[in-house]
């Protein structure tokens, strides 16, 4: 029987993180039911992050954390498709935000994200005391850590970032960010076409990118700031993944997640191309092929499988043949 690609063409590499392409945040106890009751009606094609950070009210810190690992454990938490954002290396609540948020919700927890990263060594503090909680708490995964990328130390360090133990993404977070140039940027430039095509921006996010690729990270893009214009919202979507190679986007509102997941998907005609050249490489167990006129062999199946993968978590149509060579059980999708 020919071999699942994930034994056939890494040989003992980590394969690159195949997640959701949108990230939908929210803070309210309300907000989060709402949303994990739309993860389960779109079929778990978007995460959703728990705000701690923003959604918590000051004063009110550990209730929020304990509202947080509830939800986790609650009955409509049913994906196991959603993450927690602590507060930052300089808040007073980052270390009880973990005390709380990983004995209570780590076996479920998609991911903890690490917000206003200014220097490499504190991102690196921060996850050694998820690790040491987690061995704590008796929990023998280890929890993918989403670092944001908002701050001049973080963009200056990104490489350094990037190669932390346990970071799945990298997050360009593009109003923190745009903030902190005092007023250099205005603030036309958090809306499209100039959140692109700035300078200073177009720099940020292309050396994000290409930090987080080079070490096997997915990178994340920004929010958008229209709600609710869906054609907006699929441009940003779409420009941040053709133009610059982000594999994520954030969303802020409900209405935002169809574009964003609509925009970061394979085309149509790529994903028939792909399922067609795996086939062929499965039948022959991945030695080269010839597909219509052109040569392939591993380095166009690796391409074509994280193509495959990403449409099978987009639920997106994928013939009978496909799924039972590639996604049937056990196998799954890695």
Known sequence: MPRHPNEALFEGEKP??????????????????KALELQQQMKGVFDITMDMEDGAPTGAEREHAEMVVRMQQSEGNTLNQSGIRIHDYTNEHWKQDIDIIVPGAGERMAYITIPKTVKAVNLAEMIDYVRQATAKAGIKREI???????????????????????????????????SAHHGALGSHVMR??????????????????????ANGIVPAHNVTLELKDTDFIHNDARRAREEFGFLRQWSIYPAQIEPIVRAMAPK????????????????ADWGP??????????ATYRYYWEMLQRAHVNDMEIPAAVKEAFFKEPAGVG
């Open 16 to 33: 690159f993180p195949i997640i959701p392409t949108c990230e939908h945040f929210a803070g309210t106890e309300v907000r989060i039911a």
């Open 144 to 178: 993918p850590i989403h670092a944001l990328i908002e701050t001049h130390g973080a963009l200056h360090e990104v490489w350094e970032i990037a190669e932390l133990p346990n970071v799945q993404v990298l997050d360009f977070g593009l109003m923190d960010f745009v």
């Open 192 to 213: 499209s076409p100039h959140q692109f095509d700035h300078a200073i921006l177009h720099r940020a996010k292309a050396e994000t990118v290409a930090a987080a690729l």
């Open 268 to 283: 149509a005609e790529d994903l028939e191309e792909a399922e067609a050249i795996l086939l062929k490489a499965y039948e």
């Open 289 to 298: 092929i010839q597909h219509e006129g052109s040569l392939h062999d591993r």
